[in-house]
């Protein structure tokens, strides 16, 4: 054993690793968040009127609105990713900045929904019903803050030319992070909004 | 052939002994914290046996300044949070960070050939939020209410404001979350290591039992942790922003909640939380027999293949944690039956180690009489698990000291000497210097023989019908005769929390003054020991290239060839320049 | 102490123990004690079911424990350093049979007895509370497990609950001999469980559920009721009294205290009106 041979390998190889590593940690998140709809699907079946009949109801429209949102900052992101793989740079800044916008729009008619409904009446002390509601889509929206948080970097990674065809790695990182936080969304607008 | 580049060697101090991202500084890190709360486990463990054998007496020397209050006597509300912290702390504090976090950083990388983990900042990190998370327990004990006082599976509600008003509770729930984040961070590192940065020819079946025994416990620890963090999470919710998650009774709002929701929650991580705790056990005694019977492991494969077998079953078993609670019969009867069967592949594993070392050539070191020491504790515990798992057997014994002393054998005796195998057989390679190996033997004897007689002495009084978490068993008349048999108890656990000194003297003056240590003093084949002791900060010059699996012990080609019992993973014969064991496309 | 303060003191007891041994309504007995380390007391009609699984099974683990360790020891002495290791795998095709069968071997003699007696025994008994639901002579008790007490309730001649008439003890449960008891048990505030060691059962009483026990004594005497599930600062000092009377002796004191219960009956009381309808469900 003579010299040390620090021959870096593959920057293919190295995306691999980051990308199994993202996608364990996301497997971390899908494990919590199914417990938390475990949760919720246990104390909806214990319960002998859901929505309990003297509470406000849930809105369907604005959240519904939401999904679409959420759906199209996705698809935003997902542009941006296809962009720089074919090399098309200048596209890459405006598309992670209408990601980052949409994602800001959740965020706020999330609390226009939330504070529209603590003034009707309900707020988390209600019973399971109301706990379960601001629980998960609290927890959730922490989540999509970080998203909007990471979506803010990346703009400005991008905007000040940080990314190439070849260099991109953090945006395909966050992209899975973000399409698993809008499915998340997905699954929560249908079990706690609409049925 | 792929390589790892190699990150340049820090300079400042800081960088090199606090903030470091080199997995064998975080190991030494983990194993520090991890024995410090070891210990003060062990003294709350001491305060739980006085007070059993000593009712309502002043605790001597520390009880005036503990129970100012009492004149030094153990209270009814103290004792409920001495035994919850007792177990919360060693669980989460002492042996996740030992095993896990300690071997788990040291021995990976080493023994698949890799120059460090897959994310090293992350590893620094995981460190760093896991002291968060001691320091949250630490202050616990400060605050008015005092300490987390609803038992360590902090059942709910009287675990909500209900049963257990304050803030100790609280820090303690958020603790343990904090305590779990640093878990899965380790635990994605651990995985995508040992996925990614295999040498080439490590295949997985090559891998020593260790890794193999760390990385099924990384993935369980990735899988499950996160669904206690979700229990936790909706217990602090209930606690601080009042919503109704666990709550029932006479406090429900509108109906309530569901208090076996946070059962079922607690149990699928729990039931897997104690394989994630015996896997690394597991896989460091497949290895050690191997190691120190000098025979290759018996059925290697299928001892893997069992390991895994615990790793998947671990979560669909967890309801016999519940039979009492009014589940449904047949709900019940599926959990029973899958419980018997997670215990075919645990036989099949002391099988496996049984005939490793019939016929072997047994060397008795330190750290393989820790080994065997394992597998009699875990033997004798396991065994007993059968009365728990069984329903009508358990209608008797749920919630009776009988419990106490199986999860006592099982995992905290199987798990302490299954560390200090792991912490004689690598410290050499660890701090580059010897411990004491006659003082190691007087550790471990002490340990093995006080340890069985105390948890014994447990299982005698769950059998006579003892109820576990009581501050006086003796205000109950059936088990006021059990009183000399507690007293006993106590006295081996005395002892036993004594002897440890052997171990203590023998760490501190070997990490500071032991003589030099060898490359190989074990003669061990495994990766790491090709390298200096301790490593130099990117482990491997030259990435190896693996030929064979780590115990390839006594073949006679061997013999014949190089004139001993043992060759490297990554060692050439000489006369071939090819293995004896076919050699296995390159890894992954 | 003088000899005039002894014979009072030994009058005091004679006269205590007369008045008890006369007047069985007054609870001033205790448990016997128990001795020696095996199981307590059985005492009741079929935990003997228990005790058989558990013996049994304790032979074949001890039997199974002393091999392990007698190969571990007979190992270290007779293949120790001087002995020459054998190069197995291990995975040879008889290697592999062996070892699979052996664990077959054990796992279906063992937890296979395990498996089949614990289910026969649950099914039929342990857990088939329908079957008594229709049982005539069974006698029904609710209990209100809370912090840090039992409360008790029995029907009282009207055969409803939460009635006038309906007896009420604090820690201290009364059922006949040789006749089915089936308890419900409820907790407003945190799981308790109620058990019975010479009866070899437990329930958890768990807040938001109404759960079910029953048992059958065998013989009369005072028994222990322990709590078995953590429940706070007083958890340790949670324990009830299960006085097993003959059939008359019970009928008698659930008589005479349903009359001094509706004597003192107060319409008003809402906390004391815990009770609910017998829930004979599934």
């Given at each position: 054993?003579?010299?040390?041979?620090?021959?870096?390998?593959?920057?293919?190889?190295q995306?691999?690793?980051?990308?199994?590593?993202?996608?364990?940690?996301?497997?971390?998140?899908?494990?919590?968040?199914?417990?938390?709809?475990?949760?919720?699907?246990?104390?909806?079946?214990?319960?002998?009127?859901?929505?309990?009949?003297?509470l406000?109801?849930?809105?369907?429209?604005?959240?519904?609105?939401?999904?679409?949102?959420?759906?199209?900052?996705?698809?935003?992101?997902?542009?941006?990713v296809?962009?720089?793989?074919?090399?098309?740079?200048?596209?890459?800044?405006?598309?992670?900045?209408?990601?980052?916008?949409?994602?800001?729009?959740?965020?706020?008619?999330?609390?226009?929904?939330?504070?529209?409904?603590?003034?009707?009446?309900?707020?988390?002390?209600?019973?399971?019903?109301?706990?379960?509601?601001?629980?998960?889509?609290?927890?959730?929206?922490?989540?999509?803050?970080?998203?909007?948080?990471?979506?803010?970097?990346?703009c400005?990674?991008?905007?000040?030319?940080?990314?190439?065809?070849?260099?991109?790695?953090?945006?395909?990182?966050?992209?899975?992070?973000?399409?698993?936080?809008?499915?998340?969304?997905?699954?929560?607008?249908?079990?706690?909004?609409?049925? | 052939?792929?390589?790892?580049?190699?990150?340049?060697?820090?300079?400042?101090?800081?960088?090199?002994?606090?903030?470091?991202?080199?997995?064998?500084?975080?190991?030494?890190?983990?194993?520090?914290?991890?024995?410090?709360?070891?210990?003060?486990?062990?003294?709350?463990?001491?305060?739980?046996?006085?007070?059993?054998?000593?009712?309502?007496?002043?605790?001597?020397?520390?009880?005036?300044?503990?129970?100012?209050?009492?004149?030094?006597?153990?209270?009814?509300?103290?004792?409920n949070?001495?035994?919850?912290?007792?177990?919360?702390?060693?669980?989460?504090?002492?042996?996740?960070?030992i095993?896990?976090?300690?071997?788990?950083?040291?021995?990976?990388?080493?023994?698949?050939?890799?120059?460090?983990?897959?994310?090293?900042?992350?590893?620094?990190?995981?460190?760093?939020?896991?002291?968060?998370?001691?320091?949250?327990?630490?202050?616990?004990?400060?605050?008015?209410?005092?300490?987390?006082a609803?038992?360590?599976?902090?059942?709910?509600?009287?675990?909500?404001?209900?049963?257990?008003?304050?803030?100790?509770?609280?820090?303690?729930?958020?603790?343990?979350?904090?305590?779990?984040?640093?878990?899965?961070?380790?635990?994605?590192?651990?995985?995508?290591?040992?996925v990614?940065?295999?040498?080439?020819?490590?295949?997985?079946?090559?891998?020593?039992?260790?890794?193999?025994?760390?990385?099924?416990?990384?993935?369980?620890?990735?899988?499950?942790?996160?669904?206690?963090?979700?229990?936790?999470?909706?217990?602090?919710?209930?606690?601080?922003?009042?919503?109704?998650?666990?709550?029932?009774?006479?406090?429900?709002?509108?109906?309530?909640?569901?208090?076996?929701?946070?059962?079922?929650l607690f149990?699928?991580?729990?039931?897997?939380?104690?394989?994630?705790?015996?896997?690394?056990?597991?896989?460091?005694?497949?290895?050690?027999?191997?190691?120190?019977?000098?025979k290759?492991?018996?059925?290697?494969?299928?001892?893997?293949?069992?390991?895994?077998?615990?790793?998947?079953?671990?979560a669909?078993?967890?309801?016999?944690?519940?039979?009492?609670?009014?589940?449904?019969?047949?709900?019940?009867?599926?959990?029973?039956?899958?419980?018997?069967?997670?215990?075919?592949?645990?036989e099949?594993?002391?099988?496996?180690?049984?005939?490793t070392?019939?016929?072997?050539?047994?060397?008795?070191?330190?750290?393989?009489?820790?080994?065997?020491g394992?597998?009699?504790?875990?033997?004798?515990?396991?065994l007993?698990?059968?009365?728990l798992g069984?329903?009508?057997?358990?209608?008797?014994?749920?919630?009776?000291?009988?419990?106490?002393?199986?999860?006592?054998?099982?995992?905290?005796?199987?798990?302490?000497?299954?560390?200090f195998a792991?912490i004689?057989?690598?410290?050499?390679?660890?701090?580059?210097?010897?411990?004491?190996?006659?003082?190691?033997?007087?550790?471990?004897?002490?340990?093995?023989?006080?340890?069985?007689?105390?948890?014994?002495?447990?299982?005698?009084?769950?059998?006579?019908g003892?109820?576990?978490?009581?501050?006086?068993?003796?205000?109950?008349?059936?088990?006021?005769?059990?009183?000399?048999?507690?007293?006993?108890?106590?006295?081996?656990?005395?002892?036993?929390?004594?002897s440890?000194?052997?171990?203590?003297?023998?760490?501190?003056?070997?990490?500071?003054?032991?003589?030099?240590?060898?490359?190989?003093?074990?003669?061990?084949?495994?990766?790491?020991?090709?390298?200096?002791?301790?490593?130099?900060?990117?482990?491997?010059?030259?990435?190896?290239?693996?030929?064979?699996?780590?115990?390839?012990?006594?073949n006679?080609?061997?013999?014949?060839?190089?004139?001993?019992?043992?060759?490297?993973?990554?060692?050439?014969?000489?006369?071939?320049?090819?293995?004896?064991?076919?050699?296995a496309?390159?890894?992954? | 102490?003088?000899?005039?303060?002894?014979?009072?003191?030994?009058?005091?007891?004679?006269?205590?123990?007369?008045?008890?041994?006369?007047t069985?309504?007054?609870?001033?007995?205790?448990?016997?004690?128990?001795?020696?380390?095996?199981?307590?007391r059985?005492?009741?009609?079929?935990?003997?079911?228990?005790?058989?699984?558990?013996?049994?099974?304790?032979?074949?683990?001890?039997?199974?424990?002393?091999?392990?360790?007698?190969?571990?020891?007979?190992?270290?002495?007779?293949?120790?350093?001087?002995?020459?290791?054998?190069?197995?795998?291990?995975?040879?095709?008889?290697?592999?049979?062996?070892?699979?069968?052996?664990?077959?071997?054990?796992?279906?003699?063992?937890?296979?007895?395990?498996?089949?007696?614990?289910?026969?025994?649950?099914?039929?008994?342990?857990?088939?509370?329908?079957?008594?639901?229709?049982?005539?002579?069974?006698?029904?008790?609710?209990?209100?497990?809370?912090?840090?007490?039992?409360?008790?309730?029995?029907?009282?001649?009207?055969?409803?609950?939460?009635?006038?008439?309906?007896?009420?003890?604090?820690?201290?449960?009364?059922?006949?001999?040789?006749?089915?008891?089936?308890?419900?048990?409820?907790?407003?505030?945190?799981?308790?469980?109620?058990?019975?060691?010479?009866?070899?059962?437990?329930?958890?009483?768990?807040?938001?559920?109404?759960?079910?026990?029953?048992f059958?004594?065998?013989?009369?005497?005072?028994?222990?009721?322990?709590?078995?599930?953590?429940c706070?600062?007083?958890?340790?000092?949670?324990?009830?009294?299960?006085?097993?009377?003959?059939?008359?002796?019970?009928?008698?004191?659930?008589?005479?205290?349903?009359?001094?219960?509706?004597?003192?009956?107060?319409?008003?009381?809402?906390?004391?009106?815990?009770?609910?309808?017998?829930?004979?469900?599934?």
């Amino acid at each position: 054993m003579g010299a040390i041979v620090p021959y870096p390998p593959p920057r293919a190889r190295q995306e691999w690793t980051a990308y199994l590593g993202m996608v364990i940690f996301l497997g971390s998140w899908a494990m919590m968040f199914g417990a938390l709809f475990f949760a919720y699907g246990m104390v909806r079946a214990r319960a002998t009127a859901w929505p309990p009949p003297d509470l406000p109801e849930l809105p369907l429209l604005l959240p519904g609105l939401n999904t679409l949102v959420l759906a199209a900052s996705s698809a935003a992101l997902q542009l941006a990713v296809h962009w720089l793989r074919s090399g098309k740079l200048p596209r890459v800044g405006p598309a992670l900045g209408a990601s980052l916008a949409l994602g800001a729009v959740f965020l706020a008619l999330q609390m226009v929904t939330w504070s529209s409904l603590w003034d009707e009446g309900l707020n988390p002390s209600g019973g399971p019903y109301p706990s379960v509601f601001y629980a998960l889509t609290c927890f959730h929206a922490v989540h999509v803050l970080v998203g909007v948080g990471a979506l803010a970097w990346l703009c400005r990674c991008a905007f000040l030319g940080k990314y190439s065809a070849a260099r991109f790695l953090p945006v395909r990182l966050w992209a899975l992070y973000w399409h698993f936080v809008g499915a998340v969304w997905g699954v929560m607008y249908l079990t706690i909004y609409v049925v | 052939m792929d390589l790892q580049h190699i990150h340049p060697e820090p300079t400042s101090f800081v960088r090199k002994h606090i903030f470091s991202t080199d997995h064998k500084v975080i190991a030494k890190q983990f194993l520090w914290a991890g024995l410090l709360f070891l210990a003060f486990g062990g003294a709350l463990a001491m305060l739980i046996r006085w007070q059993w054998a000593f009712p309502g007496e002043p605790v001597p020397v520390v009880g005036p300044m503990l129970f100012q209050n009492s004149g030094g006597a153990i209270t009814p509300s103290s004792y409920n949070a001495i035994f919850t912290m007792h177990g919360l702390i060693m669980i989460f504090f002492a042996i996740t960070p030992i095993m896990i976090g300690a071997f788990g950083n040291f021995c990976i990388p080493l023994m698949i050939g890799a120059r460090d983990m897959a994310f090293p900042t992350l590893n620094m990190l995981s460190f760093w939020t896991f002291v968060v998370s001691q320091l949250l327990v630490i202050v616990s004990f400060f605050v008015q209410l005092g300490s987390a006082a609803a038992g360590w599976t902090t059942y709910a509600p009287l675990s909500t404001q209900v049963g257990t008003p304050g803030l100790g509770q609280t820090l303690v729930v958020a603790a343990v979350f904090v305590t779990g984040v640093a878990t899965i961070m380790g635990g994605i590192n651990y995985v995508t290591t040992v996925v990614r940065l295999r040498a080439p020819g490590m295949t997985y079946m090559r891998m020593p039992a260790t890794v193999w025994g760390l990385w099924l416990t990384a993935i369980l620890n990735v899988l499950f942790v996160p669904v206690l963090g979700s229990a936790a999470l909706l217990l602090i919710l209930d606690r601080q922003f009042g919503t109704q998650f666990y709550i029932a009774g006479s406090s429900a709002v509108r109906g309530g909640g569901d208090p076996i929701l946070f059962q079922h929650l607690f149990w699928i991580f729990g039931h897997p939380e104690v394989y994630i705790l015996i896997l690394p056990p597991w896989g460091f005694v497949t290895d050690l027999v191997s190691f120190f019977a000098r025979k290759p492991a018996y059925w290697y494969k299928g001892s893997v293949m069992a390991m895994t077998a615990v790793s998947v079953l671990s979560a669909v078993v967890y309801g016999h944690h519940m039979f009492v609670t009014g589940m449904n019969p047949m709900l019940g009867q599926s959990f029973m039956t899958l419980t018997l069967i997670i215990s075919v592949p645990a036989e099949l594993l002391f099988l496996n180690w049984l005939h490793t070392i019939w016929k072997g050539s047994i060397r008795l070191t330190v750290p393989m009489l820790f080994a065997l020491g394992t597998i009699f504790v875990f033997g004798l515990g396991g065994l007993t698990g059968l009365f728990l798992g069984t329903i009508s057997t358990d209608l008797y014994l749920h919630d009776t000291m009988f419990v106490v002393g199986h999860f006592h054998l099982t995992m905290a005796a199987a798990a302490f000497l299954g560390s200090f195998a792991a912490i004689y057989f690598w410290f050499p390679k660890m701090f580059g210097r010897n411990m004491n190996q006659s003082l190691g033997k007087w550790h471990f004897w002490f340990s093995a023989i006080f340890i069985t007689l105390v948890f014994c002495g447990q299982l005698v009084a769950g059998y006579a019908g003892h109820q576990r978490r009581l501050f006086d068993p003796y205000q109950y008349t059936f088990l006021q005769h059990l009183q000399p048999l507690n007293r006993w108890t106590s006295y081996f656990g005395f002892i036993l929390a004594a002897s440890q000194v052997t171990f203590v003297v023998n760490f501190f003056q070997s990490v500071f003054a032991g003589t030099k240590a060898e490359q190989n003093p074990w003669e061990i084949g495994t990766l790491e020991w090709t390298l200096p002791s301790p490593p130099v900060h990117h482990n491997f010059d030259v990435i190896p290239q693996v030929h064979r699996g780590p115990h390839e012990f006594s073949n006679p080609e061997v013999k014949k060839t190089l004139g001993r019992d043992w060759i490297g993973q990554d060692e050439e014969l000489p006369k071939t320049g090819k293995a004896p064991a076919a050699p296995a496309a390159a890894a992954s | 102490m003088n000899s005039a303060a002894r014979l009072i003191k030994q009058l005091a007891a004679f006269l205590a123990a007369t008045l008890a041994a006369v007047t069985p309504g007054l609870a001033s007995a205790t448990p016997k004690p128990e001795a020696g380390i095996g199981l307590p007391r059985d005492v009741s009609e079929y935990g003997h079911h228990i005790d058989w699984l558990i013996e049994v099974t304790m032979v074949f683990v001890v039997i199974l424990f002393i091999i392990m360790v007698i190969w571990m020891v007979w190992a270290c002495f007779a293949h120790d350093e001087k002995h020459t290791a054998e190069y197995d795998h291990g995975d040879s095709k008889h290697s592999v049979k062996t070892a699979l069968a052996l664990s077959a071997v054990i796992f279906f003699v063992v937890d296979g007895n395990l498996f089949y007696n614990s289910t026969t025994d649950t099914f039929r008994l342990f857990w088939n509370h329908d079957a008594l639901e229709s049982d005539p002579k069974a006698v029904r008790i609710e209990v209100n497990a809370h912090q840090w007490a039992w409360d008790a309730r029995y029907t009282g001649p009207d055969g409803k609950f939460n009635t006038k008439d309906d007896v009420i003890t604090l820690n201290d449960i009364r059922v006949p001999v040789g006749v089915p008891v089936m308890l419900q048990l409820v907790s407003p505030d945190v799981i308790h469980s109620f058990y019975l060691p010479n009866l070899r059962i437990k329930q958890d009483a768990m807040p938001g559920m109404t759960n079910r026990l029953w048992f059958q004594a065998k013989e009369t005497g005072e028994f222990d009721i322990g709590c078995a599930q953590h429940c706070g600062v007083h958890h340790y000092k949670m324990k009830g009294m299960l006085t097993v009377l003959s059939p008359d002796e019970f009928k008698n004191w659930v008589t005479e205290q349903s009359a001094i219960a509706s004597r003192g009956y107060d319409p008003k009381d809402n906390e004391a009106h815990w009770g609910w309808e017998w829930k004979s469900r599934n």
